[in-house]
């Protein structure tokens, strides 16, 4: 029989601590909303107001669509770390989280995710309209029911369709100005959900160890690098052509669709660049898949950014 030493043991599972005051208590469960996650949806949420207003929005129901949308962003993050709770442990990237250490209980998480989910209900309800808090309501049942409970470990296909509910805050934000959709946040919601399979996959081409592992059938873990690189470009390709449709569909100035086509040429530069480096013979970590993830990161940002200033332009 073995005998691990306790450096040994230590090494080869994850770390497990509790909490010990109220300030670790708090960053712990604020640590279960992915704040990072937050950050990259209300890049989107925003500016789609300025082009639903014409202009600059309304302030308090801008606040409140970021606030509540927060909330409601948070609540699926958090429900989606109960349900991953298992792999979570398993995975370099996701060992970390508080689940996964024992900093909150299971039970915790779950309750502090339905609540928040429930505050954004109510909230964007009261403070906006109905159908803003439907479709925030609905994107966290997609994430958490659909996505996490049934695609994400039984398809390879998960982030394709489960990303739907990242592209929910575009029509959010647009129906807390207008009070109905229209085909303007349909594009965008188009560029998301395109953008997000190629974003997603070149992370998960860094880290395909760690979805083995977990069981996750990630693209990159059941596919090869070049069907892998292919579907990227087919959807980056995608991603710029339904961007430069919003030019006709909401009537912008030059701005946005210079902007929008100068972005997507970089980005489709770098997406080819990695099938240039997979023909010259490079293979894993020397493709540096993270490269495009990172870039594609600024692109949407910027990208949305350019949707926000176009309208205040005369």
Same mark, same amino acid.
């Given at each position: 029989?073995?005998?691990?030493?306790?450096?040994?043991?230590?090494?080869?599972?994850?770390?497990?601590?509790? #909490?010990?005051?109220?300030?670790?208590?708090?960053?712990?469960?604020?640590?279960?909303?992915?704040?990072?996650?937050?950050?990259?949806?209300?890049?989107?949420?925003?500016?789609?107001?300025?082009?639903?207003?014409?202009?600059? &929005?309304?302030?308090?129901?801008?606040?409140?669509?970021?606030?509540?949308?927060?909330?409601?962003?948070?609540?699926?993050?958090?429900?989606?770390?109960?349900?991953?709770?298992?792999?979570?442990?398993?995975?370099?990237?996701?060992?970390? *989280? #508080?689940?996964? *250490?024992?900093?909150?209980?299971?039970?915790?998480?779950?309750?502090?995710?339905?609540?928040?989910?429930?505050?954004?209900?109510?909230?964007?309800?009261?403070?906006?309209?109905?159908?803003? %808090?439907?479709?925030?309501?609905? %994107?966290?049942?997609?994430?958490?029911?659909?996505?996490?409970?049934?695609?994400?470990?039984?398809?390879?296909?998960?982030?394709?369709?489960?990303?739907?509910?990242?592209?929910?805050?575009?029509?959010?934000?647009?129906?807390?100005?207008?009070?109905?959709?229209?085909?303007? #946040?349909?594009?965008?919601?188009?560029?998301?959900?395109?953008?997000?399979?190629?974003?997603?996959?070149?992370?998960?081409?860094?880290?395909?160890?760690?979805?083995?592992?977990?069981?996750? &059938?990630?693209?990159?873990?059941? %596919?090869?690098?070049? *069907?892998?690189?292919?579907?990227?470009?087919?959807?980056?390709?995608?991603?710029?052509?339904?961007?430069?449709?919003?030019?006709?569909?909401?009537?912008?100035?030059?701005?946005?669709?210079?902007?929008?086509?100068?972005?997507?040429?970089?980005?489709?530069?770098?997406?080819?660049?990695?099938?240039?480096?997979?023909?010259?013979?490079?293979?894993?970590?020397?493709?540096? &898949?993270?490269?495009?993830?990172?870039?594609?990161?600024?692109?949407?940002?910027?990208?949305?950014?350019?949707?926000?200033?176009?309208?205040?332009?005369?």
């Amino acid at each position: 029989m073995t005998v691990l030493t306790n450096r040994q043991a230590t090494a080869r599972s994850p770390q497990v601590e509790g #909490p010990r005051s109220i300030g670790m208590i708090v960053k712990a469960y604020i640590a279960l909303t992915k704040p990072r996650i937050i950050e990259l949806l209300l890049i989107t949420t925003l500016p789609v107001m300025f082009l639903a207003a014409g202009g600059l &929005p309304p302030l308090w129901t801008s606040i409140s669509v970021m606030v509540f949308g927060t909330l409601s962003a948070g609540s699926a993050n958090a429900l989606n770390c109960y349900v991953d709770r298992d792999i979570d442990q398993k995975m370099r990237r996701t060992r970390r *989280r #508080p689940l996964a *250490r024992h900093q909150v209980s299971p039970r915790g998480a779950l309750v502090f995710g339905i609540v928040l989910g429930v505050l954004s209900l109510v909230g964007l309800w009261v403070t906006t309209n109905w159908l803003a %808090a439907m479709l925030s309501t609905g %994107a966290i049942l997609f994430y958490v029911l659909v996505y996490s409970m049934i695609l994400k470990r039984r398809t390879a296909q998960n982030i394709v369709w489960g990303g739907i509910a990242g592209c929910m805050p575009v029509m959010i934000g647009w129906a807390g100005i207008t009070e109905r959709l229209d085909w303007a #946040p349909l594009v965008l919601f188009g560029v998301v959900f395109f953008w997000t399979p190629p974003h997603t996959w070149t992370l998960a081409m860094r880290y395909k160890e760690d979805y083995a592992a977990a069981k996750v &059938p990630m693209l990159p873990v059941v %596919a090869t690098e070049r *069907r892998v690189i292919l579907e990227s470009i087919a959807y980056t390709w995608a991603t710029v052509l339904c961007s430069l449709a919003l030019w006709p569909v909401a009537g912008t100035t030059l701005f946005y669709p210079i902007v929008a086509a100068v972005l997507g040429a970089m980005c489709l530069w770098e997406v080819h660049r990695l099938l240039a480096r997979l023909n010259a013979g490079e293979t894993g970590v020397d493709l540096r &898949p993270m490269r495009f993830f990172h870039w594609s990161n600024a692109y949407l940002a910027l990208l949305f950014l350019a949707v926000a200033i176009d309208p205040l332009l005369p």
